[in-house]
């Protein structure tokens, strides 16, 4: 009877194990830069639509969880040291609190292309264009 | 291959036990851990049979901010699970729980294959666990939300439920070394069905548990997990970076109830996240205070 037991605990855990698949996710393609261009980073036609396009972060952050980021609010709400960081781009918070390979910010986070846009923004002074 | 070699194992296990039945002593069982959790790990502990227990896991931001957010008490929390594990036959454990990140849902088994007794006829009790959690964030946090079943394959596929799943199974073996310290030891195998380019899908993992008894009820607690660079199953040119994952805690525990308050590294409380993907160190911007209660109930 205890064995009968024992192999259906075998057989309950080796079906848990029965379906291992090795499966890449493939990520969202980022143009490369060419440094040579100079063409700017449009927060109100590139920037928005990230935040904006489908609710993907004003699901969210719409007012009551900061930073707000609607259309009309989201610029005076994140221009400001806490976060962008002009010196070091890449250690502004709101680079890197959704970035797709840090552990901050669970629920939502950049894809790679995503991520790239803002960077570049902020590297091009991150202005209200 | 890696399935045969769990079954093999498994198997071996029966037969081992099948010989121990047969010696009939007057002697009882031991109770190396009394819980079923220690820190966020798993432990050997299986409870009596028809007895359902209710977990909540939580983990605080980490402890850097200092004052400034009451060490990460005011902080952004990082994890909270909420479990529920059932024990329908002797020494067998199934459980099912919610996890913040990823929202992960996690089904689990766990089966006592013994336990160690009084007498030293059986030294040590030895478990078998297995964890299956299913990823549950909608489609377009995956990059594209599209996956490709090998690195060479071009025609990316959209993401399937099955892909959402991962694996974690491990073999422990515990022993209570004296009344006041108990050891636990296991080797696990971690496996993620869908992972970025430049990861793994397998790794394998050393895992310690250590309980210190203080008084009757409270104990110090410590765990230790190892995640194992092994070139020879790697499918990258550069190793990912897996960190180890530690903790020390404080555990206060009656026959129904257990608290237990820590200090640890771990980003999650799933133990395949917390073997594949824990990027902090044991520092002081990598630790968070995290607790653990249980209750049980016996129907």
């Known amino acids: 009877m205890k064995i009968i037991k024992l192999l259906m605990a075998v057989v309950v855990i080796a079906l848990l194990f029965s379906n291992c698949e090795y499966n890449f ?50 610029y005076a709400e994140i221009n400001n040291a806490k976060y962008i960081n002009k010196e070091t781009p890449e250690e502004s918070l709101i680079y890197t609190y959704p970035h797709p390979d840090t552990d901050t910010h669970q629920r939502k986070k950049y894809n790679s292309a995503q991520a790239a846009k803002i960077l570049r923004w902020i590297e091009q002074g991150a202005m209200n264009n | 291959m890696k399935k045969s070699i769990l079954l093999l194992l498994l198997t071996g296990f029966v037969c081992s036990y099948s010989f121990a039945q047969e010696e009939e002593t007057e002697s009882y069982p031991v109770t190396v851990f009394e819980s079923n959790y220690l820190v966020d790990d798993q432990t050997t502990m299986v409870f009596d049979k028809k007895t359902l227990g209710y977990a909540i896991q939580h983990k605080f931001g980490t402890m850097n901010n200092g004052i400034s957010d009451l060490w990460g008490i005011y902080g952004a929390g990082r994890d909270i699970r909420l479990g529920l594990e059932y024990v329908p036959v002797k020494n067998l454990q199934l459980g099912i729980g919610i996890t913040k990140t990823k929202m992960y849902t996690d089904l689990s088994a766990k089966y006592r294959i013994f336990q160690q007794t009084d007498d030293n006829s059986v030294p040590v009790s030895l478990a078998v666990y297995g964890v299956l959690a299913i990823d549950g964030r909608s489609d377009d946090s995956f990059e594209s939300g599209t996956v490709i079943p090998g690195k060479s394959d071009t025609i990316p596929q959209a993401i399937s439920f099955t892909n959402r799943w991962s694996y974690f199974s491990q073999v422990m073996v515990s022993r209570k070394f004296t009344e006041w310290l108990s050891v636990q030891v296991g080797g696990s195998y971690t496996h993620y069905n869908m992972v970025k380019m430049d990861e793994n899908h397998d790794l394998w993992g ?69 073997m594949m993907y824990n990027t902090r160190s044991f520092d002081k911007d990598g630790i968070a205070i995290g607790f653990t209660i249980t209750r049980l109930w016996n129907f």
């Open chain 1, 25 to 74: 996710i493939v990520p969202v393609e980022v143009p490369p830069i060419d440094p040579g261009d100079t063409t700017k980073v449009s927060f109100s036609e590139e920037i928005i639509p990230i935040f904006n396009d489908g609710n993907y972060c004003t699901s969210c952050h719409a007012g009551n969880i900061p930073p707000d980021l609607t259309p009309d609010n989201a």
């Open chain 2, 206 to 274: 050393a895992h310690a548990l250590a309980k210190v008894k203080i008084s009757p009820q409270s104990s110090i607690t410590f765990n230790y997990n190892q995640p194992l660079k092994i070139e020879a199953i790697s499918e990258q040119p550069t190793m990912p970076d897996y960190k180890p994952s530690m903790a020390i805690g404080w555990q206060i525990a009656t026959y129904t109830h257990a608290f237990q308050i820590y200090i640890s590294n771990a980003p999650s409380m799933v133990p395949q996240e917390n």
